[in-house]
């Protein structure tokens, strides 16, 4: 059987030796068009992430298709807005999209893209003012709004809050068992109404301001001539401040050196002085001790100045708080064994041997009757007979 061979494109012309051509092909009905996605044909996606306002962005890529995917928070995409507070991410940028959350899980199936989407903050309160706090202060105190709430944060930790009074002051009691000390710090913050916090207010503790303890000493008046009363010149009178309740006892507060003045009276001040309970020793060698129970309180009134006037001043009162010449072993009595001591160094000059302060008693360089009449005079006194040994509360 004869075949045939249809040459090139035969198809288009008969061919007698080829059975008719099929007919051509009708062209393909096109399908409905695909919705213009071309996800379907990407194996990566994006997320792309916008401020919308705001500042920074972020474009998340090389996401596979159909992946689960966490949506970002705003840190984490680096967005900001100052004065706004972030709410939620929006397919479209006036919220009328889609909102997602920030750690939202997602199939991914198309490109997302996120915007921001912010509410304006409420302004901030006014940071409130501290007053100046000292050291041992039961009280915090400051200044602020009026019916606004102010939050105190004391040292370690412990906070209290007050509402600003009518006069836009506030103050706040210690918490229980605290005692402010010098360099701690103490910060406040304000709430008022419609407002978020405001910055924090910071203060640091000042050293508590105390109280002058100031006096004066009256010089040592004797008659060993029998010509009238004489009057020591105030050489060496140590004033001490000692705290009464301390076990073992502490040393002194303050030490002070009278000056001397001539034939006038020692003045003394002791700055700084806490509220407590003290005792006030006069000393000088060579003579009995004085000693005046004190308690300095702020029960009253604010820090100021405390006065003692161991001598009232004027020419009347001297000779009534005189330290007693005589007790040169100090030993808060005046009796033989001080006779004793000025007798082996009788004739004695400054500065040799056995010449001693606490032996001349009329600081006159020398150890001889004057000395000796001036322990005479005293003798047999303690110092629980100074007239003035009864306590002394002093209430500022
Ligand atoms: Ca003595
Ligand atoms: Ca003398």
């Not at 009708?26 to 044909?41: A, F, G, I, K, V």
């Not at 009796?335 to 032996?359: C, K, Q, T, V």
């Amino acid at each position: 059987m004869k075949t045939c061979k249809c040459q090139g494109p035969c198809c288009c012309r008969p061919c007698i030796c080829c059975p008719p051509c099929p007919p051509p092909p009708s062209p393909p009905t096109p399908s409905p068009s695909p919705p213009c996605n071309p996800l379907p044909y990407r194996t990566f996606l994006s997320v792309v992430y916008d401020p919308n306002g705001g500042a920074g962005g972020f474009t998340d890529t090389n996401i596979p298709i159909f992946s689960l995917y966490q949506i970002k928070t705003p840190a984490q995409a680096g967005i900001s807005r100052t004065g706004y507070t972030f709410t939620a991410w929006n397919t479209q940028p006036d919220g009328s999209g889609d909102a997602y959350t920030p750690g939202q899980r997602v199939w991914l199936a198309s490109v997302l893209i996120l915007y921001a989407q912010w509410a304006p903050e409420p302004p901030g309160s006014p940071p409130p003012g501290i007053n100046a706090a000292h050291g041992g202060d039961a009280m915090v105190s400051g200044t602020g709004n009026r019916g606004c709430t102010v939050i105190v944060t004391f040292p370690y930790g412990a906070q209290l809050m007050a509402v600003v009074k009518k006069g836009g002051s506030w103050s706040i009691a210690l918490p229980e068992g605290l005692t402010l000390m010098e360099g701690q710090t103490i910060s406040a913050v304000q709430i008022c109404s419609g407002m978020t916090e405001s910055p924090p207010a910071v203060t640091t503790v000042l050293p508590h301001p105390g109280y002058t303890v100031s006096g004066l000493v009256s010089p040592v008046a004797f008659d060993c001539l029998g010509l009238g009363p004489d009057f020591l010149r105030l050489f060496d009178v140590i004033v001490e401040l000692r705290e009464t309740f301390r076990t073992p006892a502490p040393p002194a507060l303050h030490t002070v050196a009278v000056p001397a003045d001539g034939v006038g009276l020692g003045a003394f001040t002791i700055p700084n002085v806490p509220e407590g309970e003290y005792v006030l020793y006069i000393k000088r060698p060579g003579y009995l001790t004085r000693s005046m129970n004190v308690t300095v309180s702020a029960a009253a009134a604010a820090p100021g100045t405390l006065t003692v006037f161991l001598t009232p001043p004027g020419p009347a009162d001297h000779g009534v708080f005189n330290l007693w010449a005589g007790d040169v072993n100090n030993n808060l009595f005046i009796d033989n064994s001080d006779f004793l001591a000025i007798m082996e160094a009788f004739g004695a000059r400054y500065p040799n041997p056995p010449y001693a302060p606490n032996l001349d008693l009329n600081a006159d360089g020398m150890i001889d009757n004057d000395d000796l009449a001036l322990a005479t005079a005293n003798v047999n006194l303690g110092a629980t007979d100074y007239p003035g040994a009864e306590d002394v509360d002093i209430y500022v």
